[in-house]
């Protein structure tokens, strides 16, 4: 973007790594590129010397030796269960959530329960260079306020269960208040919302009708859990005749606005399925593990074409929210598992954890890949350490040595939001420590 007269255009942001991965083309890496960033769009991404030539910034940011990233997509989250990380430890999916969660929610979830441990998720996550959650829980209003005082970018699930909870009684009063706190919040620039019926085993055929039926009405993104474990396959066969899946596509539900999470059990019939719907998969590795629920077959889901995201999974579940981690694991346990070590590579995991997310919450046009036009929403990781030198190839680095204690910077729609490893909230670490002390005390 040239100017008359040789005169500098001024815009606010320019950034200078060492490397600059885009995502989009794919398996793209730009050494000594810089991003220029105007009104939290990036207006050009060109050669270091061009871009210092070309631009005067009101702020410049001078990385050495980064690489930038897009802002990370957390496909897969439960935000406020950050207050039940470790609560209940090493027990399989069905104990973990009869005999500890689902008691424990039903104690202790309130408005206050889902802003503080909404708040707490938000500050890991922004720490591990994540700048979208889409996120499915109780009292969407708070999650999203939360959401909107941290400048994260974030997609509400309105949940949807058949029994009744501290939020709403039935389907049709989930959907009734959660469509309300979409009408509350709609226009905001940062947060969207999801139909989330909880799962085929926690909702009935109306209640999922009536999901599917609003969120193709209202055109917005669904999101459930889908063959977590293979009790959850067998008990749908003896309640109702098939798979959970194949109760989906009989109501309806299935559609490129859905995402799936887990999709352990999912076969290769029902594979196809997916991809012939254009659904959506959250992947979530470490959850899985956690749980012992299973090894999702992500190589399958690729060779049918499904777009795959990564998600953490609620931090009671998994414990942590990051998606370092999740790419690591990602990458790996599709390795052992296929005995094929080309099967998930560096840079089909970091896909996933960016434009994978973006492309399944139908964000792909503002967000998942550093382009022209887009949000500026990026993030920095520092490979000057010892540790992470020599460094043959940052993408590989990224995937296979990094942690989210590498993530120097993160920017959301321009706006620094991490600086130098420190998070930037009005909420202060103590005040944070504080909050978890209270909750620990209460759920003690």
């Known amino acids: 973007m040239s100017t008359e007269h040789g005169l500098s255009a001024t815009v606010d942001l320019l950034v200078h790594p060492r490397w600059l ?8 890496v730009l050494a000594g590129h810089s991003v220029a960033v105007r009104d939290g769009r990036i207006l050009d991404i060109l050669p270091q010397a061009d871009a210092r030539a ?5 702020e410049v940011f001078e990385l050495p030796d980064h690489v930038l990233i897009p802002g990370l997509v957390n496909l897969h989250c439960h935000a406020a269960m950050s207050l039940m990380r470790g609560l209940s430890d090493d027990l399989p999916l069905a104990r973990w959530l009869n005999e500890a969660i689902w008691p424990a929610e039903k104690r202790h979830v309130s408005p206050a329960f889902v802003r503080d441990g909404t708040l707490l998720a938000i500050r890991e996550m922004l720490r591990g260079g994540i700048t979208t959650y889409n996120d499915m829980y109780f009292f969407p209003d708070d999650d999203a ?3 909107a005082q941290t400048g994260i970018r974030a997609v509400i699930g309105l949940i949807v269960l058949d029994s009744p909870s501290a939020w709403a009684n039935d389907p049709d009063d989930y959907l009734r208040k959660g469509l309300a706190v979409r009408d509350k919040w709609r226009g905001h620039p940062r947060i969207g919302f999801s139909i989330a019926p909880h799962a085929p085993y926690t909702v009935s055929d109306p209640g999922l009708e009536r999901a599917a039926c609003l969120a193709a009405e209202l055109d917005l993104p669904l999101h459930i859990h ?10 749908s066969l003896a309640a109702h005749g098939v798979r959970p899946i194949a109760r989906l596509e009989r109501v309806g539900l299935l559609g490129p606005n859905v995402t799936a999470a887990h999709a352990i059990y999912a076969d290769e019939r029902e594979l196809a399925l997916f991809a012939h719907r254009g659904c959506h998969i959250a992947h979530c590795p470490s959850s899985n593990m956690k749980l012992a629920s299973g090894i999702a077959p992500v190589p399958a889901m690729l060779r049918h074409g499904i777009n795959v995201g990564l998600g953490s999974d609620g931090a009671a579940a998994n ?4 998606l370092f981690q999740e790419m690591r694991q990602a990458a790996l346990l599709a390795k052992v598992a296929s005995l094929d070590a080309t099967a998930l590579p560096a840079h089909t995991a970091l896909r996933m954890a960016t434009l994978g997310g973006a492309r399944a919450l139908g964000l792909d046009g503002l967000i998942g890949s ?8 990026m993030c920095a990781v520092a490979l000057g350490d010892p540790i992470t030198n020599p460094c043959f190839d940052p993408v590989s680095h990224l995937i296979y040595v990094c ?3 590498q993530v120097s910077h993160v920017w959301i729609e321009g706006e620094i939001r991490v600086r ?6 009005r909420f202060g670490d103590n005040e944070l420590l504080a909050l978890a002390s209270l909750w620990q005390t209460k759920l003690v």
């Open 420 to 425: 130098e490893g420190k998070t930037l909230l």
């Open 54 to 58: 070309r631009y005067e910034a009101a």
């Open 370 to 377: 550093l382009e022209t036009g887009k949000c500026a929403d």
């Open 403 to 405: 942690d989210r204690q």
């Open 145 to 147: 306020e939360i959401a």
């Open 319 to 322: 414990n942590r929210l990051d």
């Open 21 to 28: 991965v885009p995502v989009e083309p794919d398996r793209t």
């Open 226 to 235: 889908v063959h977590e474990t293979a009790g959850e396959v067998t008990d």
